[in-house]
Nanobody, 113 residues
Framework: VQLQAFGGGLVQPGGSLRLSCAASGSIFTINIMGWYRQAPGKQRELVASLTNSGKSNYADSVKGRFPVSRDRNTLYLQMNSLKPEDTAIYFC??????????WGQGTLVTVSS
C-alpha cells in the first residue's frame, strides 16, 4: 500500500484546511486509516482514525473540530477552527491485512497570524 498526503499549508488561527491522503496498491487489504501529527520537539500523536466499518476515533484536542472521512481510496481530514497549537507535520497512515502498517510522507500545517 502506498499513501500520499496533500493539503498542508499556512493558515491563520480560526481558519480551515482539508488534508487528503490517497491510497494506492492493495487498498482492499486496508483495515483502518488515520492521521497522525508531530509538532516540533514533541512525539508523534494520533489525530483521528477511521475503520472500514465507519468507527472513528479522535484525540481529545481535536474532537468537534477535525472530522475524518473516507471516500473509496482517499482519507480526508477537515480541520476547522485551527489553533496555533495545531501546527505540526501531519502524516497519513493505515493498517492493512491486520498487522502491516504503512505511512505516507508528511504534510506541514502551520497555523499563524
Amino acid at each position: 500500500v502506498q499513501l500520499q498526503a496533500f493539503g498542508g499549508g499556512l493558515v491563520q488561527p480560526g481558519g480551515s484546511l482539508r488534508l487528503s491522503c490517497a491510497a494506492s496498491g492493495s487498498i482492499f487489504t486496508i483495515n483502518i486509516m488515520g492521521w497522525y501529527r508531530q509538532a516540533p520537539g514533541k512525539q508523534r500523536e494520533l489525530v483521528a482514525s477511521l475503520t472500514n466499518s465507519g468507527k472513528s476515533n479522535y484525540a481529545d484536542s481535536v474532537k468537534g473540530r477535525f472530522p475524518v472521512s473516507r471516500d473509496r481510496n482517499t482519507l480526508y481530514l477537515q480541520m476547522n477552527s485551527l489553533k496555533p497549537e495545531d501546527t505540526a507535520i501531519y502524516f497519513c497512515s493505515c493498517i492493512a491485512a491486520g498487522t502491516d502498517d504503512y505511512w505516507g510522507q508528511g504534510t506541514l500545517v502551520t497555523v499563524s497570524s
